[in-house]
């Protein structure tokens, strides 16, 4: 995958992490929830469940919010150099792990960071160390580059 990285603007990142902060906090104290992506996707795909309607939205805003953005400004150039299948591969062991870890990086590294969760400190400790590998090992062991 490469990135245009001359499109980076700190400004529009921290606008990011901002509103990404926000919408975290409003979805727990509207909801009692914590705003974990999988966690959401998942109780979603239950036949029953509370709360559908919200979690449905939330994870819509998601789908939604690059889209709006792109509408008023241009969005940095990605080019996956990977293949369909091993984008395939990726997500599945991404799905799996979060499953495992009880959360991924929303829920974890997002909300329960910011709860002080000893627990999901340690969650995103352990899936940051996992990416940080995985990049090592195929960019540096596999192909040499």
């Not at 999988?38 to 939205?57: F, H, M, N, P, T």
Request: charged share 10%; with cysteine.
């Amino acid at each position: 995958m490469v990135v245009d990285m001359g499109a980076f603007t700190p400004w529009s990142a921290l606008a990011g992490g901002v509103l990404i902060g926000l919408a975290a906090g409003m979805f727990v104290v509207a909801n009692g929830r914590i705003a974990g992506i999988s966690g959401l996707l998942a109780s979603l795909l239950q036949r029953a469940g509370e709360g559908r309607g919200e979690k449905l939205c939330f994870l819509l805003g998601i789908l939604a919010a690059p889209m709006l953005w792109q509408a008023f400004s241009a969005m940095p150039v990605v080019d996956f150099s990977a293949t369909p299948w091993s984008l395939m591969a990726a997500g599945l062991l991404v799905g799996v792990g979060t499953r495992y870890g009880g959360g991924c990086t929303s829920g974890h590294g997002v909300c329960g960071l910011s709860r002080l969760s000893p627990r999901s400190a340690l969650a995103t400790v352990c899936f940051m160390a996992a990416g940080f590998a995985t990049v090592y090992v195929i960019r540096h062991v596999l192909t040499g580059a």
